[in-house]
């Protein structure tokens, strides 16, 4: 069972356009929700995060949007630019335990064309 | 600082050899973790560590073997391996105050 969902798998945008890209999950306990930015040849490397209090995080071009009712969150990129070209995972992790290690989506490819 | 280092980078092995994927991070981090990136199936989870001494299993465990016996150090060990161990390995370390998942650079295996 896949506990986080992400759509779509691949985004191609135009430049100055806006990428979105929507996760929902399925475990209400979690009550951590990262997104992590992964360019070809490194690990991924945390982006942006929120937690459930909140229904909506910005930080410069990319805010996080986030509906507690409906168990989604979603990733936001204003203006986009070439160099966001990468893939985005949406993770979700609560805590306690093992449970402190993030579910992630199965990602999703983003290209801005110049 | 170094944060989280994986060697090696690449490694090509025959199926039955085993092999030591090797993971270290200087952050004093409490949980670290192995995964497996593969095309449109994202990261999962093979194991992970709370602790020194203290191992679970993830999603796909099976073929993999991990012990951690010091904060730094968190090995994954391939017993016998197939064609389809061919992904790219991920090692990450994790603070649960921060809740930050810090990765490697990632090991690319191929299994001939």
Not at chain 1, 34 to 57: C, H, M, N, T
Not at chain 2, 61 to 90: H, I, K
């Amino acid at each position: 069972q896949q506990q986080v969902k992400q759509s779509p798998q691949s985004l191609i945008v135009q430049k100055g356009g806006i990428s979105i890209i929507n996760c929902a999950y399925e475990n209400t306990a979690f009550d951590y929700f990262p997104w992590y930015q992964q360019f070809p040849g490194k690990g991924p490397a945390l982006l942006i995060a929120i937690r459930p209090d909140v229904s909506e995080k910005k930080e410069g071009r990319f805010t996080i949007s986030f509906n507690k009712s409906a168990k989604q969150f979603s990733l936001h990129i204003m203006d986009s630019q070439p160099g966001d070209s990468a893939t985005y995972f949406c993770a979700a992790s609560r805590g306690g335990g093992g449970s402190y290690i993030p579910t992630f989506g199965r990602g999703t490819s983003l290209i801005v064309h110049p | 600082n170094a944060g989280v280092t994986q060697t090696p980078k690449f490694q090509v092995l025959k199926t039955g050899q085993s092999m030591t994927l090797q993971c270290a991070q200087d952050m004093n981090h409490e949980y670290m973790s192995w995964y497996r990136q593969d095309p449109g199936m994202g990261l999962r989870l093979i194991h992970y560590s709370v602790g020194a001494g203290i191992t679970d299993q993830g999603e796909v465990p099976n073929g993999y073997n991990v012990s951690r016996s010091t904060t730094e150090d968190f090995p994954l060990r391939l017993l016998s391996a197939a064609p389809s161990q061919t992904s790219v390995y991920f090692c990450a370390s994790l603070t649960t105050s921060a809740r930050v998942a810090f990765f490697g650079q990632g090991t690319r295996l191929t299994v001939v």
